[in-house]
């Protein structure tokens, strides 16, 4: 095996783990907006999202917990589609950034952002995610 090979197979084993590990995040968030930490991340959901959308907050939750779980499901059940749902799972990431800077900015808890440091903090996940999301399926 010709050492371009090796390092092509070896990048695809690291992209194929990262994208499982991906789907595993995004399965266990949206249980988690659906179920145990669903009251928590009510509180964190902003009123303009409420007005945007004419969903109330429980709303918004589960229909981002289903879109999680329905994203994270198509990582790994849609192989050909691969490029195109990781552009959707970085879109999302995307989508819910604004919720994440408001959190940050009116200091609202949620599960595991208990602290103005970790809701900071989170702010630089996401572009680590929206990364992760597009190299893991390219």
């Given at each position: 095996?010709?050492?371009?090979?090796?390092?092509?197979?070896?990048?695809?084993?690291?992209?194929?783990?990262?994208?499982?590990?991906?789907?595993?995040?995004?399965?266990?968030?949206?249980?988690?907006?659906?179920?145990?930490?669903?009251?928590?991340?009510?509180?964190?959901?902003?009123?303009?999202?409420?007005?945007?959308?004419?969903?109330?907050?429980?709303?918004?939750?589960?229909?981002?917990?289903?879109?999680?779980?329905?994203l994270g499901a198509a990582l790994v059940v849609l192989p050909k589609e691969r490029a195109r749902v990781g552009g959707l799972v970085a879109a999302f990431f995307v989508a819910v950034f604004p919720g994440n800077v408001h959190q940050w900015l009116t200091g609202r808890p949620a599960p595991m952002m208990r602290t103005d440091m970790s809701r900071f903090g989170r702010l630089f996940l996401q572009p680590v995610l929206v990364a992760w999301a597009l190299w893991s399926t390219s």
């Open positions: 095996m010709s050492r371009r090979r090796g390092r092509s197979r070896a990048s695809g084993i690291l992209r194929l783990i990262a994208r499982l590990v991906l789907s595993g995040f995004l399965v266990y968030t949206g249980l988690s907006h659906l179920f145990w930490g669903r009251r928590g991340f009510r509180i964190a959901v902003p009123d303009w999202a409420v007005r945007q959308t004419r969903l109330d907050k429980d709303a918004i939750v589960v229909s981002s917990g289903a879109v999680e779980l329905a």
